[in-house]
């Protein structure tokens, strides 16, 4: 399962309005190949659900999760940040045995 913050649920409500993302579209969190650390975390809105993708919903926010990235995800929680020391969305991942200074790689 994959939490997510209030702050993160806000940012995700702002985003979806200012983007123009009509209904309810989903986020879409998964993993790939690249980064600093090896594999990296990618976040966009999705409707379309896949054969293989794993739907969990928290603090109002409906995840979709693909099979392989789920391995890496289980136990994240997603926030957001706005403060000094950068801004954008967090992944706060109990799997990652390392992370990048950035924060958007890491590896286990």
Do not use: W
């Amino acid at each position: 399962m994959i939490k997510i913050t209030t702050t993160a649920k806000d940012k995700i409500a702002e985003l979806r309005n200012k983007d123009g993302h009509a209904g309810d579209p989903k986020v879409r969190v998964s993993v790939r190949g690249g980064g600093c650390s090896g594999l990296m975390y990618d976040l966009v809105f999705d409707d379309r659900i896949a054969e293989n993708d794993h739907i969990f919903e928290d603090n109002g926010v409906k995840i979709l999760v693909d099979k392989k990235s789920l391995l890496y995800l289980l136990g994240t929680t997603l926030d957001f940040s706005d403060g000094l020391n950068g801004k954008g969305f967090q992944f706060i991942n109990p799997n990652a045995s390392r992370t990048c200074g950035c924060g958007e790689s890491f590896a286990v």
